[in-house]
């Protein structure tokens, strides 16, 4: 390590008060001896560093910003449920997401599933002329459970705090 960072350190006298775009232009020159594909990479990014006095300060912002993410499925279901959205309107939307190459939302499939595994009750709802009904316990065990998978991580943490409180 020590050895590496004197050559650094020898390099920079060296290379001290040197104009940068000549040793830009060396280093590129140097690269294309390689025929490496990364080395074909860098010879790319340099090149496209050079293209223009402010090229560099712009890329260092695009590579700095927050990057958009996919919805999560949960995140997904609530949207279909809370604005009341159809499965056409839902797979419109994502298609025209997708068409911009912004993969915003997931599959529906993933959601139809996470819905059948997560939303409905394993019991059946009793439905008559003049009521429905489900069973209590079986609604109160999917309400826990849920809540035990969703909170599960924060319980954890505040149980190993408290686990170290008390010893």
């Known amino acids: 390590m020590r050895l590496k960072r004197q050559k650094t350190k020898d390099w920079s006298i060296t290379l001290a008060g040197k104009p940068i775009d000549k040793l830009l232009k060396s280093v590129e020159v140097a690269l294309r001896l390689e025929k490496d594909p ?23 912002k695009r590579l700095s910003q927050q990057s958009p993410t996919q919805l999560t499925i949960e995140e997904a279901v609530a949207l279909m449920i809370d604005t009341n959205m159809s499965v056409s309107t839902y797979e419109l939307l994502k298609q025209t997401a997708d068409a911009h190459h912004f ?16 939303c409905r009750p394993k019991q059946p709802v009793n439905i008559s002329d003049t009521s429905a009904s489900i069973s209590f316990q079986n609604l ?23 686990n170290q409180r008390d010893l």
């Open 38 to 60: 990364a080395t074909c990479d860098l010879r790319a990014i340099l090149k496209e560093l050079q293209s223009s006095p402010n090229r560099p300060s712009n890329l260092r």
């Open 103 to 118: 993969s915003l939302y997931p599959p529906y499939y993933q959601l139809r599933n996470y819905r059948v595994e997560h």
């Open 140 to 162: 109160l065990d999917k309400t826990v459970s849920r809540v035990l998978q969703l909170q599960g991580p924060s319980l954890c943490r505040y149980a190993g705090i408290r």
